[in-house]
């Protein structure tokens, strides 16, 4: 037992110490550490990869958890991964993220993209629950591995529902600023991106107020801070950050080989054409054009520049006004949202299929995660299946009463 | 005098019993002769007297003379439907009447029914007093002469058992295994049985009383003397499951089986066609099952009959369901599913599947509002004054 253990936990010493003694103790504990290494390599390599760099993920890692470093989960995904995702982050101590088709077909088309081009537009779709966000993040790390600036808008339905304060915009008169949400997503942008953001700087002179303004040639940082700190106009901040960052993609970075490659992130994309849920002091709707924030949106995801990528899903479950079953993009995005996204990407994202179920529920099991013993037999595994439908999300939700 | 009076009582009643109920003639009793006359009718009066009578008394030849009226009238029913007067059944009958007096009405009692006068007329004890008065039966002061002498009887079989066992004793013959009747398979008679058996009205405790002496002959070791009589006294119980219909197994274009079912729960109407061979693909109206029912609980519905007969990968489910709510048609596919289960199940599995409750219908159905109440339990509220 205790052979055992040692086995797993100091295997380089154990391999030494099998070329200095030959004796009988010797050889027992090769045998040990022969049995011991197979049976651990293969329960690991089924549903769990030691990969934890995006870049190097090929077929083979299909259907395989791999683990995201605690330290780019910090930086890079302040506000990106989805809640449930976050709470089972914080029971099972690490994020693991399931190695899928739609995440690998994005990187590979990164990979093989050609930067002097516009931007190409991707957009995820898939039924409710099916891993959409979960591919984008993937996708994202892959991105911020490679030393992308990101641009993650974590979900734009956030930005036409529920706001509480609407302020009229400064800049335009007709538009509408959302100072709070401005803001918070200027402080997430700024954790996130905080290296790259010290070496670009502004190309123009922005003034905010009588007595505020960025001169040219301030860093990007300082932009960012202005916003954060300064309320009230950190929605033309915001602005004013997009358009810089259209600019200066594509353009070499001092201090660093290689251009400024810009990922724009939206999850959610469907709200930008939607409709909102928020009303004028008249009571009359407000168009998402009128919103600042949806406006600078827009102009981004456009693909009239260069040097980065626009990758984005299309989410039912927060969206306005749409039914229950709708996730073609035709449907989600209306006839507006399809013509300005047109020409685009698309990559379906399904339910799991039987390798990527199996993956899922034995890495529950290796979590404890279920705990009901019936769980854990044959005829319990496919009443999760049948129950389930293969469907991540509602997976997910089965197991977390179980 | 007296002898007359009765006879006269006896036949009038009968006699006139029934058959003039709509008109008011009564029959006086006391002391004189009787007097036929018309009573202006008032209709509490009619009421009055229509409880006092009692049921409806019907003479034998009354009885005779229905059931010669039923023959006839069936020959000539069989000739006016062109069939074989010799060989025309019941069921014929009732086929015939069913074809020449079409009914909308509901219940079913109320149609219009053609039976033996058997059926129609329920039976009723003779004059239990011959010419002189005296009743015929020992026990007809009781008031439940049958019943009492079903009790008289069963125990003396009873005491009759015994002295055969103090015969084989003395013999030293006796012995504890002897052959013991077989009560497996079978129940004793309900109380309505009971009394459709003695023509006569017993209360719980005589019934329970009756219970009580049969299992008393029968805790005797040697009860098997009276197994003719005990048995007279018990019915059968059937098997359900051989009342159950199993939907036929059809083959598809490609040879692989398939059955097809319906079910219904509470307006929502089911059918379900099961494919063998398939990979547990779940399809309704076109739809993934779980966009159809989003509730966890009425996927777990649809699961109970597969899981039961555990089939969960094999089977390919296409539904389609119209009507009621969400939870009504998670009932009417379950229902139907079972039904289509049936087809692929073993003998011994049909019985468990109507234990566990899959293949009954759910009869509960929305209480109908009744006027003065809100709903249908809900009262307006209660005001003391």
Same mark, same amino acid.
């Given at each position: 037992m205790s052979l055992h253990r040692l086995s797993l936990r100091l295997r380089q010493a154990v391999a030494q110490a099998r070329h200095f003694h030959s004796s009988g103790s010797g050889q027992q504990l090769e045998a040990v550490t022969v049995e011991a290494e197979p049976r651990e390599t293969r329960e690991l390599s089924f549903f769990r990869t030691r990969e934890s760099d995006p870049t190097c993920h090929a077929e083979v890692h299909m259907s395989q958890y791999y683990t995201l470093p605690p330290g780019h989960v910090r930086t890079l995904f302040p506000h990106g991964l989805p809640y449930r995702f976050q709470l089972q982050m914080k029971t099972f101590n690490e994020g693991c993220v399931m190695v899928r088709q739609p995440a690998l077909e994005l990187i590979s088309h990164l990979k093989k993209a050609d930067y002097s081009k516009p931007a190409v537009r991707y957009v995820l779709y898939g039924v409710n629950g099916c891993g959409k966000t979960m591919s984008l993040c993937h996708t994202l790390h892959y991105c911020y591995t490679q030393g992308w600036l990101v641009l993650h808008i974590p979900d734009a339905h956030l930005w036409v529902k529920n706001c509480k304060e609407l302020l009229p915009s400064s800049f335009r008169p007709s538009r509408f600023?959302?100072?709070?949400?401005?803001?918070?997503?200027?402080?997430?942008?700024?954790?996130?991106?905080?290296?790259?953001?010290?070496?670009?700087?502004?190309?123009?002179?922005?003034?905010?107020?009588?007595?505020?303004?960025?001169?040219?040639?301030?860093?990007?940082?300082?932009?960012?801070?202005?916003?954060?700190?300064?309320?009230?106009?950190?929605?033309?901040?915001?602005?004013?950050?997009?358009?810089?960052?259209?600019?200066?993609?594509?353009?070499?970075?001092?201090?660093?080989?290689?251009?400024?490659?810009?990922?724009?992130?939206?999850?959610?994309?469907?709200?930008?054409?939607?409709?909102?849920?928020?009303?004028?002091?008249?009571?009359?709707?407000?168009?998402?054009?009128?919103?600042?924030?949806?406006?600078?949106?827009?102009?981004?995801?456009?693909?009239?520049?260069?040097?980065?990528?626009?990758?984005?899903?299309?989410?039912?479950?927060?969206?306005?006004?749409?039914?229950?079953?709708?996730?073609?993009?035709?449907?989600?995005?209306?006839?507006?949202?399809?013509?300005?996204?047109?020409?685009?990407?698309?990559?379906?994202?399904?339910?799991?299929?039987?390798?990527?179920?199996?993956?899922?529920?034995?890495?529950?099991?290796?979590?404890?995660?279920?705990?009901?013993?019936?769980?854990?037999?044959?005829?319990?595994?496919?009443?999760?299946?049948?129950?389930?439908?293969?469907?991540?999300?509602?997976?997910?939700?089965?197991?977390?009463?179980? | 005098m007296a002898a007359s009076r009765g006879t006269v009582v006896g036949s009038l009643l009968l006699r006139y019993g029934n058959k003039f109920a709509g008109s008011h003639i009564v029959a006086t009793t006391v002391g004189r002769q009787p007097v036929r006359r018309q009573i202006c009718t008032s209709c509490c009066l009619l009421r009055k007297n229509l409880a006092a009578a009692g049921p409806e008394k019907f003479t034998e030849e009354f009885i005779k003379k229905q059931v010669e009226e039923f023959n006839i009238g069936k020959r000539h029913l069989a000739n006016m439907m062109g069939e074989d007067p010799e060989n025309f059944t019941q069921e014929d009958i009732d086929r015939c009447i069913r074809y020449l007096f079409p009914s909308g009405l509901f219940e079913k009692k109320a149609r219009p029914i053609m039976k033996h006068p058997d059926e129609v007329f329920p039976r009723q004890t003779a004059i239990q007093w011959g010419q002189?008065?005296?009743?015929?039966?020992? %026990?007809?002061?009781?008031?439940? $002469?049958?019943?009492?002498?079903?009790?008289?009887?069963?125990?003396?079989?009873? %005491?009759?058992?015994?002295?055969? $066992?103090?015969?084989?004793?003395?013999k030293s013959l006796f012995t504890q295994d002897t052959k013991q009747i077989s009560l497996v398979g079978s129940r004793w008679l309900r109380k309505e049985e009971l009394e459709e058996l003695l023509v006569e009205d017993i209360s719980d405790y005589d019934y329970a009383r009756f219970i009580q002496l049969m299992e008393r002959l029968l805790s005797m070791p040697y009860s098997a003397l009276e197994e003719e009589s005990v048995q007279h006294y018990r019915r059968q119980l059937e098997v359900q499951s051989s009342k159950q219909e199993i939907p036929p197994l059809q083959h598809d274009q490609q040879g692989a089986a398939f059955s097809t079912a319906v079910g219904r729960r509470k307006t929502a109407t089911a059918s379900v066609v099961l494919r063998d061979g398939g990979s547990g693909k779940v399809t309704i109206n076109g739809k993934d099952h779980l966009q159809f029912f989003p509730v966890l609980q009425d996927r777990e519905q649809l699961m109970f009959p597969l899981h039961f007969a555990d089939s969960l990968g094999r089977f390919d489910v296409e539904g389609s369901v119209s009507g009621g709510g969400h939870s009504a048609q998670a009932g009417a596919l379950r229902l139907a599913l079972a039904r289509c289960l049936l087809t692929f199940s073993p003998e011994g599995k049909v019985e468990h599947m109507r234990q566990a409750g899959l293949l009954t219908a759910d009869p509960r159905v929305k209480e109908r509002k009744k006027p003065g109440q809100a709903k249908a339990r809900k009262k307006f509220t209660w005001k003391k004054r």
């Open positions: 600023d959302q100072p709070i949400e401005a803001s918070h997503w200027l402080r997430n942008f700024k954790t996130t991106n905080e290296p790259l953001l010290a070496k670009l700087k502004t190309t123009q002179r922005y003034v905010w107020t009588k007595r505020e303004s960025t001169e040219e040639g301030r860093t990007l940082a300082e932009l960012v801070d202005q916003g954060v700190s300064r309320v009230r106009s950190s929605s033309d901040v915001v602005g004013a950050l997009l358009k810089e960052l259209r600019l200066q993609a594509g353009q070499p970075v001092e201090g660093q080989q290689g251009a400024l490659r810009l990922a724009v992130a939206v999850d959610g994309i469907n709200a930008l054409w939607g409709r909102t849920s928020l009303k004028k002091e008249d009571k009359s709707v407000v168009a998402p054009e009128e919103l600042t924030l949806i406006h600078n949106l827009r102009k981004m995801v456009k693909n009239d520049w260069t040097g980065g990528a626009i990758i984005s899903s299309l989410s039912q479950t927060g969206s306005l006004f749409k039914p229950k079953g709708a996730f073609l993009p035709q449907e989600l995005l209306g006839q507006d949202g399809f013509d300005s996204m047109d020409p685009f990407v698309p990559v379906p994202v399904s339910n799991y299929n039987e390798k990527e179920f199996e993956s899922c529920y034995l890495y529950y099991i290796d979590r404890n995660w279920l705990q009901h013993p019936h769980s854990r037999t044959e005829e319990g595994r496919k009443e999760l299946i049948f129950l389930s439908h293969k469907n991540p999300t509602i997976f997910e939700r089965i197991c977390a009463s179980l | 002189d008065g005296r009743p015929f039966h020992f %026990l007809f002061f009781t008031g439940k $002469q049958s019943y009492y002498s079903l009790m008289h009887d069963i125990y003396e079989k009873t %005491l009759a058992v015994e002295r055969h $066992q103090d015969r084989l004793r003395n």
